[in-house]
């Protein structure tokens, strides 16, 4: 029974071929594009996130008691190999760079400009941030005896400097003194984070050391994780190790990018929900138009003894076929048109000047979740079920026995 | 009991379709038909006789009176009893466009087989030997549209009496067909009339195929006037 009611609606279906075809295509192509978005928008904000978080604080930065909200050079780290000692033997924990960080003035003959003077560890760098891959020019070093600096590419532009430039940095150190040493312009890094690449100084970390009177205390600590879900976890071991010390996760530090993720979140379920509207049309009106032009068909099938419920599965099987080889062909081609651009990437060079001030890089990579395809599914489906469901309704009212003798 | 298979008692039938509108389509019916026969309904246009025949279908309901087949009263019944009663028991051919346009003519005549849920085996085995019959075992694979309408009526007398029903009701089945296929359907009626004994009320104001019934019943402005 079930068998033959099934052949039936694909023979009807058949039957209206270039009708079904287009409610098969548009629901595919509307899928189809909906998965493009959502997987390119949420490339751009994951890329978005990892890029402020790479060049920035980690997925857990550690500062000294009370730097955050002072962001005072003495607050500073000065048990920080202890720490690093914890860390190394925790399973959680990918990567972590110490950093001496202050404030101050980039200076060259021509004028001056407000700079954040970073003191880093080149190899733990290159380990931990990648900040190396970042290199607009030069090379990623400061210099046998530090005499370089690598400066973000924003500066650079601003202050006209060049590989080679003299600069002259100065800061307050921790004995309130202000101090001052002129490095040279070794490199210019774009990290398409635009506080940092409009305020990066990056020196050696024994220069910053001297210059700022560390006594080998350090500013922060970042930390990257294997799994971002872990960082609450990390975070409380470390402050329940260390009461020296103060920790964050990146969502703390920067709320903004995780409401940009939200925010991602609610605007793609309000276009899927906007574009399975437009589907669940489709459908709809598909299956009400081919109801309304069968009365005759179903007063038959009724007074020969069909039950209504076995009409309700034909148009149910109609309509299930409709929505779900549209959804099919659609998440066949929405899920391959990803996969290629998750893994080569999606140029957007055209516009890259416009989207690197947001902190994207040119290419972006396409991110796949199977929430995309099974809130697609719940709304084809959503929609198949009232597309059965309405006609139905009015196929009831509509007598169809009637229609019989009405002819 | 034999001469009171189908057993029709003080039918009425009042149509409104508009407020204060009433048309009395049926007055005061009494009837009873025999087993194995083979009647028709005979009389002018609007004289009841679709209205009858689908309120002993059970299509429409009366507005009076009742309705027993084989002494089961038919009348009253819910949707799903009605349902199956028709299925199992009735089988019905209207005037034109019987048949399910999806469906070749093979599966319309297994149609209410497959409702019954017999087998792929039975129903290929019924459905030919009533094509036999019918003179209609070349077009069995064909369409609908593709057949002509002598050809359609043929498949739904088939379809009719493939899951032999007791009682076969036909309203005009010749209507629409010129006079040679029409009494080509009559002949085969007849013939399956006799074969399978199925009982048969039929319609028609055609005086050429009134003449095949065994029994006449002429209805006027809804009553019985002779039969
Ligand atoms: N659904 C309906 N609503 C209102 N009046 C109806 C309805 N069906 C039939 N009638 C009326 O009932 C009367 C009997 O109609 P019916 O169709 O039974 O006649 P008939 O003998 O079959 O006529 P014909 O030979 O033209 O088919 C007619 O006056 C008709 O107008
Ligand atoms: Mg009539």
């Known amino acids: 029974m079930y068998r033959f009611v099934f052949k039936m609606a694909l023979n009807s279906l058949m039957q209206r071929r270039s009708r079904s075809l287009l409610v098969v295509l548009m629901i595919s192509t509307s899928l189809w594009g909906l998965l ?190 294997h799994d971002q879900s872990d960082a609450h976890g990390v975070q409380e071991s470390l402050l329940h190790q260390f009461s020296t010390i103060e920790a964050f996760r990146w969502d703390e530090i920067a709320p903004v990018l995780l409401q940009s993720r939200q925010m991602m979140a ?92 947001f902190g994207l890089d040119s290419m972006v990579y396409a991110v796949i979740r199977w929430n995309y395809f099974s809130m697609a599914l719940g709304a084809v489906l959503g929609s198949i079920i009232l597309s059965t469901v309405i006609p139905l309704r009015i196929l009831r009212k509509a007598k169809p026995i009637q229609a019989i003798s009405e002819m | 009991m034999m001469n009171d298979f189908v057993r029709i008692e003080k039918i009425s039938k009042i149509f409104t379709p508009a407020k204060g509108v009433a048309v009395a389509a049926l007055q005061d019916i009494d009837l009873t038909i025999a ?31 009742q309705v027993s087949l084989a002494g089961q009263r038919l009348t009253g019944m819910g949707e799903k009893e009605w349902s199956e009663t028709r299925r199992d028991h009735i089988g019905f051919v209207f005037q034109a466009y019987n048949l399910l346009p999806v469906l070749s003519a093979r599966e319309n005549i297994e149609y209410i087989m497959r409702l019954q849920n017999r087998t792929s085996a039975e129903c290929a085995a019924r459905s030919l030997e009533v094509a036999r019959k019918l003179g209609i075992e070349a077009v069995l694979d064909a369409l609908p549209h593709e057949l002509s309408g002598g050809q359609q009526q043929r498949v739904a007398v088939a379809r009719a009496v493939a899951s032999k029903p007791r009682l076969i009701l036909a309203d005009e089945p010749t209507a629409n067909l010129d006079s040679k296929n029409g009494n080509d359907l009559m002949e085969m009626m007849q013939r399956l009339n006799e074969d399978e004994g199925v009982t048969i009320i039929f319609s028609s104001h055609d005086p050429m195929v009134i003449n095949t019934a065994k029994r006449s019943i002429v209805l006027h402005d809804g009553r019985v006037v002779e039969g």
């Not at chain 1, 950093?99 to 004028?111: C, E, K, P, V």
């Not at chain 1, 941030?129 to 990623?140: H, I, K, S, T, V």
């Not at chain 1, 009724?302 to 149910?316: M, P, S, W, Y």
């Not at chain 2, 309120?55 to 429409?60: H, P, S």
Request: net charge neutral; glycine share 12%.
């Open chain 1, 36 to 225: 493009f978005m959502e997987g390119i928008y949420d490339g751009m904000t994951e890329q978005l996130i990892a890029n402020a978080i790479r060049s920035g604080s980690g997925d857990v930065v550690l500062y000294g008691k009370g730097y955050r909200r002072e962001q005072d050079i003495k607050r500073a780290i000065a048990n920080h190999a202890e720490i690093l000692q914890v860390m190394a033997g925790d399973p959680r924990v990918a990567s972590y760079s110490t950093r001496i960080m202050q404030d101050g003035l980039l200076a060259t003959a021509r004028g001056s400009r407000p700079a954040r003077i970073i003191g880093v560890h080149p190899e733990m760098e290159k380990r931990h941030a990648r900040l190396d891959e970042y290199m607009e020019q030069g090379e990623f070093d400061f210099g046998g005896q530090g005499k370089k600096a690598i400066i973000g590419a924003r500066l650079a532009e601003k202050l006209n400097l060049k590989i080679g430039s003299k600069i002259v940095i100065s800061a307050q150190n921790s004995v309130d003194e202000l101090t001052s040493i002129v490095l040279r312009v070794g490199g210019m890094i774009r990290a398409n984070n635009m506080g940092f690449d409009e305020t990066a100084v990056l020196v050696s970390f024994a220069r910053a050391n001297d210059m700022l009177f560390m006594q080998g205390a350090v500013s922060q600590i970042s930390i990257l994780l």
């Open chain 1, 266 to 357: 609610i605007f793609n379920q309000v276009t899927s929900g906007l574009v399975f509207c437009v589907a669940g049309l489709g459908i709809f009106g598909v299956v009400l138009v081919s109801v309304l032009e069968r009365m005759r068909e179903f007063g038959i099938m009724l007074a020969v003894g069909t039950r209504f419920r076995q009409i309700g599965l034909l148009i149910f099987y109609e309509s299930m076929l409709l929505g779900l080889t549209g959804f099919a062909l659609g998440a066949a081609l929405g899920g391959s048109t990803l996969l290629y651009l998750q893994s080569h990437g999606l140029d957007l060079s055209l516009m890259s000047e416009g989207l690197n001030a």
């Open chain 2, 35 to 65: 087993q194995h026969d083979l009647v028709v309904l005979n009389g002018p246009s609007g004289s009841g006789k679709t209205t009858l025949l689908n309120i002993i279908g059970g299509l429409d309901e009366p507005t009076q009176g």
